[in-house]
């Protein structure tokens, strides 16, 4: 078997983790990617003016929002951001304690709790990465916590700045997200070192206002990229905007236009020119659906396009109708109230992109 051997860079949507510490100004460092999208689990943007989906209450209805940005990466166009992933956990936790009915983690003992954490926050992380591959950038915010490490063997002990996030040493939640994304930046403030004290002799450390994002690993902290940045840099997007690709994502309802009701079979001249179509347009219809199923003609194929008789196909093998679908694509203005199930027949991406949503269609209607 013969492989094709490629070579150099490859754009793609970005997995960026910004954590700091309090009121440094990461959901406003988060507000100028590319389109932004914020899912504000913690509530705290009020006071930025940005595009958010309602706070999710809960764990699956966090679950359902990244879905539907999944399956409609179109209402989003950019940059979808978890603000933030401390907060996402602790909806995990909930959920995992009111399945079983505990009232905490600790409730499960033997560390089961934080097991379970830990396997369903990775199937959460594991969606983001499906919005990542529909072509979408994925933002996670984060607190930061400080702990005080003592490396066995040396002398003396240091802090260390890390995600505030579960960090057992088998279901570390905080390990495995510095693994999933591309870059982990720590924001935090700068801080200057005085030599001594003049009474107590000790060195003083003296805090500024100047906002850094340290980009690489250090013992004082938890960072990394896969850019090539600097180890430090000021806080400041136009720092960061030449590694985050903007997302090109078409809108159906801006590229897709009402059509006539398209025949399937051949037609006269004349019967073309009353549809409003030049015969280049009907020349690249379809050709009508052939089978040789009995049903066929039962289940309505026979009189559709190849490519609409598959989808219809898919429709109905998990529950839906034409009419469930047409509603679905009418609701997001993809499509108008009066176009038929038809008119989808020239519209291969539309008819491609179908298929994808049909679970989102389902739930949507399941729902109501």
């Not at 959460?124 to 607190?143: I, K, M, P, Q, S």
């Amino acid at each position: 078997m013969a492989f094709e051997i490629t070579r150099g860079t490859i754009a793609k949507p970005q997995k960026t983790i910004i954590y700091g510490v309090e009121g440094i100004g990461k959901s406003t460092l988060a507000a100028q990617f590319p389109s932004p999208l914020f899912i504000d689990v913690e509530g705290g943007t009020a006071h930025i003016d940005v595009p958010r989906l309602p706070q999710p209450t809960s764990w699956s209805m966090l679950f359902d929002e990244v879905r539907w940005i999944r399956d409609f990466p179109y209402e989003c166009g950019g940059t979808l951001v978890i603000d933030t992933l401390d907060w996402a956990q602790q909806l995990c936790a909930a959920h995992i304690c009111g399945a079983e009915s505990k009232k905490s983690i600790e409730d499960f003992g033997y560390g089961i709790g934080y097991t379970k954490v830990y396997e369903e926050f990775g199937k959460f992380l594991n969606l983001l990465t499906d919005v990542c591959e529909r072509g979408l950038n994925v933002l996670c915010l984060a607190h930061a916590s400080i702990e005080r490490i003592e490396q066995p063997g040396e002398i003396g002990t240091y802090d260390h700045w890390g995600l505030k996030l579960q960090a057992g040493r088998k279901t570390s939640i905080a390990n495995m997200v510095k693994e999933w994304a591309d870059a982990v930046l720590f924001c935090n403030y700068k801080t200057n070192i005085n030599v001594t004290d003049a009474r107590s002799g000790k060195a003083v450390a003296q805090g500024g206002r100047i906002r850094q994002i340290h980009t690489n690993h250090s013992a004082a902290y938890d960072a990394k990229n896969r850019w090539g940045m600097a180890d430090s840099i000021p806080m400041e997007w136009n720092q960061i905007a030449p590694y985050i690709p903007v997302p090109n994502i078409p809108n159906p309802a801006q590229v897709m236009q009402p059509v006539q009701n398209v025949a399937t079979q051949a037609t006269t001249n004349a019967s073309v020119a009353a549809q409003n179509l030049t015969q280049a347009e009907f020349d690249a219809i379809p050709v009508p659906f052939d089978t040789n199923e009995p049903n066929a003609a039962q289940n309505g194929l026979e009189s559709l396009p190849d490519n609409l008789a598959k989808l219809k196909v898919q429709i109905e093998g998990v529950g839906l109708t034409t009419d469930d679908v047409m509603g679905a694509l009418v609701s997001k203005g993809y499509a108008t109230p009066d176009m038929p199930f038809e008119a989808l027949a020239p519209r291969e991406d539309i008819v491609a992109w179908i298929p994808t949503v049909l679970d989102s269609i389902k739930a949507s209607i399941t729902t109501k």
